[in-house]
C-alpha cells in the first residue's frame, strides 16, 4: 500500500505521513485533506498492531464521523477484517460515546465527542483534531496528553483560532524551540502549489486556473480576517487590534490617489523615518473641511537619508502645503531639523514618539476611522499595517502600541505616518499674527469734535 501512496496524496500530506516523530503538529488551511491523510494514518497503525488502540477528537459530531468513514475506506484498502460499531457508550457514568471500528487484532479507533472526560483513563494513540476550536482546550489538554505516557504518538492538527488559544501557543514554543515537537505549516497557497486544485479539478492546472480558484475563495471569504486565518495560517486576534478590518474597510476607497500636481486641497503630510530594517513612510492628505482623503503614500525601502531629504523636500515646496509632522525619534532628529530650516518650524513640526505622544496620535487615528472622516486606497500591503497596531498594557499598567516587524510591511510604518498626517490636520502650533487694517477716512471726519 505505501508503495503507493501518491495515487491518494500531495506532497504536504505525504509529509505528514512520512514524520513518525512521537509528537507532530500541524497548522494548517481549511478543506485540504489533513483528517483525510490522519485516518489513514491510524488504520495503518492499528493494522500493524503499532498502537492497541487510537483515541480522536474533533471539534463536533460532524467531523467525527466524516473521520470514521475514511477510517472505513482504508480498512478496504489494508484488507484487514474491520466491523464498524456505530455510536458506543464507552463510559455510561459520564454519559461519553464514541464511534468505534474493530480490527480483527483487536485493536481500536474511537472517535469521539470534544467532551475532554472522554480521555480519562485511557491509553493509546491520541489525535486532536481542529484542536483551536475546541471549546475547552486547556481541560481537554489535561485529559488528553496522559494517554501516551507510554510512548504512543500524538498528532495536533489544526486551522488558527486566534492568538489567545492553546494551539497557538504551542506553535509559539515550538518555533522557539522549546517544545521539540515536528511542526507542519500548509497554508492554501502551498496546497494549491503541490496539486489540490489539480485533484478537484481532475486535470493539471495551467497556472491562471490556481490563481483564478485562489481569488475566487479569497472573494468567498468576504473579509481578509477570515482568509488569513482559515486559510494563510495567519493567526489573527481581532479582538486585540487597535483599529480592526472592518473599522478599516469602512474608509478604503478606490482610485483615490493622486499626482503631487493634482491636488488643489490643503496639503497635510505624516513622515515615518526608516533606514535599514524600517520603511520610510510619507502619507499625503488632502483636506476639504472635515473629510481628509489620501492622495500619496510614498514608500521608501532602505533609502539613504540625502534621497529621502530630496523626496521629502519635493512634496513640501507644493504651493497648498499647510502642515508636515515628522517623526524624529533617533534616526528622525537631523531630517526633521533640516526640513525646518527649509520650510520653517511652524510648517513643519518633529514629533518625538514617547508612549504619551504614540497613545494620542494612535487614538486620534481611530477617532478618524470611526467617523469616517479619513479616506485611504483600498491595498493589501496598507490595510495590513494598518491592522497590525496591538494595544499592550504593560505589568506596571502602562499603555503602548507596538507589531510585529514584517519584511514587506515593516514595523506598523504606514500607521505613524497616516497618524502623524491626520495630527498635522488637527494642530496649529503657529504662532498667532494679526494684521492691522489700515485707518477709515471717515476716521478724520470725528477728529477733534
Known amino acids: 500500500m505505501d508503495n503507493n501512496l501518491n495515487k491518494y496524496f ?3 500530506q505525504q509529509r505528514w505521513l512520512d514524520d513518525n516523530s512521537p509528537v507532530k503538529i500541524w497548522e494548517k488551511s481549511r478543506r485540504i485533506g489533513a483528517t483525510y491523510v490522519q485516518s489513514y494514518e491510524d488504520v495503518r497503525d492499528c493494522v500493524s498492531k503499532k498502537v492497541p488502540s487510537v483515541w480522536f477528537s474533533s471539534a463536533d459530531e460532524s467531523a467525527a464521523r466524516e473521520y470514521i468513514a475514511y477510517c472505513e475506506q482504508w480498512t478496504k484498502l489494508f484488507h484487514m477484517a474491520a466491523k464498524p460499531l456505530g455510536n458506543v457508550v464507552v463510559d455510561s457514568e459520564k454519559d461519553i460515546k464514541a464511534f468505534i471500528i474493530e480490527f480483527a487484532n483487536g485493536t481500536k479507533i474511537h472517535a469521539l465527542s470534544s467532551n475532554p472526560k472522554g480521555f480519562r483513563s485511557k491509553g493509546g494513540k491520541v489525535v486532536l483534531d481542529e484542536f483551536a476550536h475546541h471549546d475547552s482546550q486547556d481541560q481537554l489538554w489535561k485529559a488528553a496528553r496522559p494517554c501516551v505516557t ?3 504518538p ?3 492538527l489544526s486551522t488558527h483560532n486566534g492568538q489567545q488559544c492553546r494551539f497557538y501557543k504551542f506553535i509559539e514554543q515550538v518555533n522557539k524551540g522549546k517544545l521539540k515537537w515536528n511542526l507542519h505549516t500548509t497554508p492554501i497557497q502551498l496546497a494549491v502549489d503541490e496539486g489540490m486544485v489539480d485533484k478537484i479539478l481532475q ?3 495551467t497556472e491562471q486556473e490556481k490563481e483564478e480558484w485562489l481569488n475566487e475563495q479569497m472573494a468567498n471569504c468576504f473579509d481578509e480576517y477570515t482568509w488569513l486565518q482559515e486559510y494563510c495560517c495567519v493567526p489573527i486576534d481581532e479582538a486585540s487590534a487597535f483599529l480592526p478590518y472592518e473599522l478599516i474597510s469602512s474608509c478604503e476607497t478606490e482610485n483615490i490617489l493622486k499626482n503631487l500636481d ?3 486641497g490643503d496639503l497635510f503630510v505624516g513622515m515615518d523615518i526608516g533606514r535599514k530594517k524600517d520603511l520610510t513612510v510619507i502619507w499625503i492628505l488632502e483636506a476639504f473641511e472635515k473629510s481628509k482623503y489620501t492622495r500619496m503614500v510614498k514608500i521608501l525601502e532602505k533609502t539613504p537619508f540625502h534621497i529621502q531629504e530630496e523626496v521629502l523636500t519635493n512634496i513640501l515646496k507644493h ?3 499647510r502642515r508636515c509632522c515628522i517623526d524624529s525619534t533617533g534616526l528622525g532628529m537631523q531630517l526633521a531639523e533640516s526640513a525646518q530650516r527649509k520650510f520653517g518650524q511652524y510648517r513643519v513640526e518633529a514629533i518625538n514618539f514617547t508612549n504619551k505622544v504614540k497613545e494620542e496620535l494612535a487614538y486620534n487615528l481611530r477617532t478618524n476611522f470611526e467617523d469616517k472622516s479619513v479616506f485611504i486606497p483600498a491595498e493589501h500591503d496598507t490595510r495590513e499595517d494598518l491592522h497590525s ?5 504593560t505589568s506596571a499598567g502602562n499603555i503602548r502600541f507596538d507589531a510585529d516587524s514584517c519584511e514587506v510591511n515593516g514595523h506598523a510604518d ?11 490636520v488637527g494642530t496649529n502650533a503657529g504662532p498667532i499674527n494679526i494684521a492691522s487694517r489700515a485707518r477709515r477716512e471717515s476716521y478724520e471726519i470725528t477728529k477733534n469734535y
Do not use: D, H, Q, S
Open 10 to 12: 500531495l506532497p504536504y
Open 150 to 152: 507510554w510512548g504512543f
Open 154 to 156: 500524538l498528532r495536533i
Open 203 to 205: 486535470k493539471k492546472a
Open 262 to 264: 493634482e491636488i488643489t
Open 319 to 321: 504651493r497648498n502645503l
Open 389 to 393: 497596531v496591538r494595544r499592550i498594557t
Open 414 to 424: 504606514r500607521f505613524w505616518a497616516l497618524a502623524l498626517a491626520l495630527y498635522a
